[in-house]
């Protein structure tokens, strides 16, 4: 049972992003791979290539992540990241709950990937 708080925190992030989820540029939507420990988690793209990522402490206690979770990332600054010798190249900017990755697998970016990839395999990593 969620208490209060998150359930609230949830319900406006949910209706929030519901009317505007849209990826802007510089993001990319990413699937959580494993958890690294701490801050860090490691992500998947649609082509995929693994990445580290840092999850942000206003996430930490408020939102909660598990293998197999989708995420919109900051890739921005990926390229420099990696040619200075840093590890971690993203940064986590949305956690996207159940409602919100079902909305953007409709969505006509999604089939893109999906025709490039096969649909099958988007729809089976999603864990839906």
Same mark, same amino acid.
């Given at each position: 049972? @969620?208490?209060?708080?998150?359930?609230?925190?949830?319900?406006?992030?949910?209706? !929030?992003?519901?009317?505007?989820?849209?990826?802007?540029?510089?993001?990319?939507? @990413? *699937? %959580? %791979?494993?958890?690294?420990?701490?801050?860090?988690?490691?992500? @998947?793209?649609?082509?995929?290539?693994?990445?580290?990522?840092?999850?942000?402490?206003? $996430? *930490?206690?408020? @939102?909660?992540?598990?293998?197999?979770? $989708?995420?919109?990332?900051?890739?921005?600054?990926?390229? +420099?990241?990696?040619?200075? &010798?840093?590890?971690?190249?993203?940064?986590?900017?949305?956690?996207?709950? #159940?409602?919100?990755?079902? !909305?953007? *697998?409709?969505?006509?970016?999604? #089939? +893109?990937?999906?025709?490039?990839? &096969?649909?099958? #395999?988007?729809?089976?990593?999603?864990?839906?």
């Amino acid at each position: 049972m @969620m208490k209060g708080g998150r359930k609230n925190l949830k319900k406006r992030a949910v209706e !929030s992003s519901e009317d505007r989820l849209s990826i802007q540029d510089g993001q990319s939507v @990413m *699937q %959580v %791979v494993s958890l690294r420990g701490s801050n860090l988690i490691e992500v @998947m793209d649609a082509q995929g290539e693994k990445s580290l990522a840092l999850f942000p402490a206003k $996430f *930490q206690k408020s @939102m909660w992540i598990k293998r197999g979770s $989708f995420v919109v990332v900051d890739i921005s600054g990926k390229e +420099k990241a990696l040619e200075s &010798g840093s590890k971690v190249a993203c940064i986590v900017s949305q956690v996207l709950f #159940y409602e919100q990755v079902r !909305s953007l *697998q409709k969505s006509p970016e999604c #089939y +893109k990937v999906a025709k490039e990839r &096969g649909r099958a #395999y988007f729809l089976n990593q999603a864990n839906i």
